[in-house]
């Protein structure tokens, strides 16, 4: 049976496999018609590897900011805001609303979820750039962040330092979710904030975190609650 030799990952040779079948299967068709069949029909797909994700705590969200040194901002927007690296490489200075204390996501064409305006800490806000063009540049300071230039000089370096398991920077945006909820943001907040279409695609990434919170904090919070009316009341 063919196969693709080994090396890349299972994602990426789950991606070439079915890049291959659509090629050989348009192929198969039209006038041309250059196959009497396809040859990978009955070729599996490597089986998906969910990868295991990791969520930061509070220092370890800390310490891998200072680590990254000028771009400290950039990690707290990944780990506060929640959007992807690709969402924040998009960002231009003109989508922070230092008023508001928040930031205009948009999306491309290729992502999933929508438009959406996410909060951001003062804090975080006063170590972003001023002026016009990108949010986040290049050590150069003459062009847009890359990525991946950005990952392998800065990001990867510090993650090697700091921790004994891999990190990316998409664990950052589950770490603002971890965080999110474990402060007890609800789902549809949640939702908003990442950019999902639908709540449903957020209970089946976080779900769990939601369970891990448990009926104590429901009962904290209407206790709170009640305090908070019983003040009002003796105010009154």
Not at 10 to 36: D, E, I, N, P, W
Not at 97 to 121: E, V
Not at 207 to 228: I, P, T, W
């Amino acid at each position: 049976m063919w196969s693709l030799r080994e090396g890349p990952s299972s994602s990426v040779r789950r991606k070439q496999v079915t890049a291959l079948k659509a090629a050989f299967a348009l192929a198969t068709k039209g006038k041309s018609r250059l196959l009497a069949e396809n040859p990978l029909s009955d070729v599996p797909l490597p089986p998906a590897v969910a990868r295991e994700r990791h969520y930061l705590d509070w220092p370890q969200l800390d310490a891998l900011a200072e680590a990254c040194g000028t771009y400290a901002g950039l990690i707290y927007v990944l780990g506060t805001s929640g959007p992807r690296i690709e969402e924040a490489a998009r960002l231009d200075v003109k989508d922070l609303n230092r008023n508001k204390n928040t930031l205009f996501i948009r999306k491309s064409k290729t992502d999933a979820g929508k438009n959406r305006t996410t909060p951001i800490d003062p804090e975080y806000v006063a170590m972003l750039r001023t002026g016009i063009g990108p949010l986040f540049l290049s050590p150069d300071q003459q062009h847009r962040i890359n990525t991946n230039n950005f990952r392998q000089r800065v990001f990867d370096p510090a993650v090697d330092k700091l921790f004994d398991f891999p990190l990316t920077p998409h664990d950052l945006r589950h770490t603002c979710a971890s965080l999110a909820i474990a402060a007890g943001v609800d789902v549809l907040q949640v939702a908003n904030m990442l950019g999902h279409a639908d709540p449903s695609v957020t209970l089946r990434v976080y779900g769990h975190l939601f369970k891990a919170r448990g009926l104590d904090s429901v009962l904290a919070k209407m206790r709170q609650a009640h305090e908070q009316a019983l003040v009002l009341v003796g105010n009154r």
